[in-house]
C-alpha cells in the first residue's frame, strides 16, 4: 500500500525522532512503543503516516486501530485478525471465545523472532482504548513490545495530555514511556511564516491569501494553536464552509441557543467531552445567575425534556456528535459527545444573528 507524504513545516524534530524510532523495529528488529501527543489538527497522524512512507523499502506489516471506530476490544482484536490474515488458522484453532482469540493472537506476535517480518501497529485515539474493559488489549499490545520475540512497534496518538495518568498501573509498567509532543502555535508571526513556508508549493490563490493579513488573523484565531495545512487553506479560500455554519446558528431557536452558549462554556473549562447533564446544569447556573440580578428567565425558561430535545437538535444540524465508546450503553443523557465548533466560532456566529436577542443572552455570548 502506497502512503501519501504531506509536507509539515516546523515538525522536523518531531519527524525525525519517529522515524528514527521506526526504522530501529523494521532495520534492527527493535521492538518499541511510543505516544504521540498534540491537539487535533496539529498534524499527529500525517506525521505518523510520513514515517511510514519513508520505509517504502522496507518490508513490514501495518495494523492501523482507531478508538472511534473499534469502541471495544472485541472489535479492535477482529480488525487484528483481518489485518493479519490470520482468520483460516483461527477457525481452526479456537472456538471463537474472546478470550481464545486474544490468546491465539498473541502467541502467534510472540511466536516469532528478530528475523521475522516486523509489525507496526498505529492506534489512533489511544485515550479512547483507555475507556476499554481492564485495558486488556493495550496491556497485551505494550507487554508484546517489550518481549524479544517478534519486532514489534506500537506507536499511540492522542490529544489528551493526561493519557498516561489513565493508564492502568499494570498498562503504563510495560509502556515505554517514550513521548513524541506536537505544540500549538504559540504566536501570529510562527504561524506567518509556516503557513507562508507551506503555501509557497500552492496555487497563485494561496498567494493571494497570505497577502490578506486580515484572513490570516482570523484564521489563526480559529485554528487556536493548530498547524496550518493545505486543506485549511482550501476550506479558507472556500467561504461558503464559513457562511453554512453561520447560517446554521442563525437559523436556530432561543432554546437552542442557550443550549449552545451552555456548551461554549463548557469548552470554556476545558470540557472537551460533555453529555446533557452536564449542558443543563450549566444552563441552570445561567439561569440561577439572572434570578440573583432580580431578572427572572421569562421566554428563556425552558423544563429539561424540552431542552434535552433542543440538544439532540444541535446533534441533528452537525454542530455536535456524539464521541462513540465512552457511556455507550447509559441512558442518552448520560451518552458523551463533542462540538464541531470553536468558541469563536459560535461567538462570530452570534454577533451576526439576524434577529434581536434578549441582552442577557447577548452578554452570555461575549463572555
Known sequence: ??????????????????????????????????LVTGQKGSGKTTLVN????????????????DGIYHTDDALALKSIIRQLQLELDLETQTSGSFAERLEFVISTLKSGNQDTVPIVFIVEELDLFCFHNKQILLYNLFDVSQSNQTPICVVGTTCRIDTLLILEK???????????????????????????ELGSDMDENVGKLLKDKQSMVSQYQLLNGKYPTSK????????????????????????????????KGLLSKQHELFNFEMVYDEYREFAKRLAALGKGMGRLHFTKSVALKA???LACLGLICNSSGIASQCPKEYHMARCLLTRLQIRNALATYPDVLPSAIMKWAET
Open 1 to 34: 500500500m502506497t502512503i501519501q507524504t504531506k509536507k509539515l513545516v516546523g515538525l522536523d524534530s518531531q519527524q525525525n525522532q519517529l522515524n528514527e524510532l521506526l526504522k530501529r523495529t523494521v532495520s534492527f528488529g527493535e521492538s518499541n512503543s511510543v
Open 50 to 65: 510520513n514515517a511510514l512512507a519513508s520505509l517504502s523499502n522496507h518490508t513490514f506489516y501495518t495494523i492501523k486501530l
Open 170 to 196: 499494570r498498562v503504563k509498567s510495560r509502556f515505554s514511556h517514550r513521548t513524541i509532543n506536537i505544540y500549538p502555535v504559540a504566536t501570529f508571526e510562527e504561524y506567518l511564516s509556516i503557513a507562508e
Open 232 to 263: 485549511i487553506f482550501a476550506d479558507l479560500i472556500d467561504v461558503k464552509n464559513q457562511d453554512q455554519m453561520e447560517q446554521t446558528i442563525h437559523e436556530l431557536s432561543i432554546l437552542e441557543i442557550c443550549i449552545l452558549l451552555s456548551i
Open 311 to 313: 440538544y439532540e437538535n
